[in-house]
């Protein structure tokens, strides 16, 4: 199995702030990263998928990148609604997920 | 607009089997992937396993004996089918599909999510 460890495990930043969120994983994943927000009470909601591609409607102050082990989500402006948990995913053998990064207000 | 939503018992005993329905609606089910994906409360995702309109399944090898998932073209339906379950189970169960365009690398459409709770 694929072990995918995200940190920090909380963030706080205050709006406007830029956000930077890591993913590694236990071994390469190629190009198979995907980025998802949640927030409370709601499903998860798809991001960023194969690295950097931005999922529709995603804008664009989301951005991902990186390759093999090591990967980012990048938030460039926080906005009041990008506060949530965000969790990255992957899908070398089966699909996996990362224990989440909490972004909080500051 | 696709639309996923799950449908089932809320409480199951130990030991019996969890079954839950995703029904799509907005599209068709065919041509896709469909998952289930389960959070228990307060915690991380854990895919359960994936079908393909055709019948053809994977699922999560630490699950494998214990899930089966089926699915209905005519009803535009898919299932979950979880036995001997424990207190362990117990989660918000979600239905999504596998993208196409992220190459069946994510999932981009979720269901509301279900909550089930396994309890005497």
């Known amino acids: 199995e694929i072990v995918l460890t995200q940190s920090p495990a909380t963030l706080s930043l205050s709006p406007g702030e830029r956000a930077t969120l890591s993913c590694r994983a236990s071994q390469s994943v190629s190009s198979y990263l995907a980025w998802y927000q949640q927030k409370p009470g709601q499903a998860p909601r798809l991001l960023i998928y194969?690295?950097?591609n931005r999922a529709t409607g995603i804008p664009a102050r989301f951005s991902g990148s990186g390759s093999g082990t090591d990967f980012t989500l990048t938030i460039s402006s926080l906005e009041p609604e990008d506060f949530a948990v965000y969790y990255c995913?992957?899908?070398?053998?089966?699909?996996?997920f990362g224990q989440g990064t909490k972004l909080e207000i500051k | 607009q696709v639309q996923l939503q799950e449908s089932g018992p809320g409480l199951v005993k130990p030991s019996e089997t969890l079954s839950l329905t995703c029904t799509v609606s907005?599209?068709?089910?065919?041509?896709?992937?469909w998952s289930w994906i389960r959070q228990p409360a307060g915690k991380g995702l854990e895919w359960i396993g994936r079908i393909y309109t055709s019948g053809s399944t994977n699922y999560n090898p630490s699950l494998k004996s214990r899930v089966t998932m089926s699915v209905d073209t005519s009803k535009n339906q898919f299932s979950l089918k979880l036995s001997s379950v424990t207190a362990a189970d117990t989660a918000v169960y979600y239905c999504?599909?596998?993208?196409?365009?992220?190459?069946?690398?994510?999932?981009?459409?979720w269901g509301q999510g279900t909550m089930v709770t396994v309890s005497s």
């Open positions: 907005g599209g068709s089910i065919s041509s896709y992937y």
């Open positions: 995913q992957q899908r070398s053998n089966w699909p996996t």
């Open positions: 999504a599909r596998v993208s196409a365009v992220a190459g069946l690398n994510a999932f981009d459409i």
């Open positions: 194969d690295v950097s």
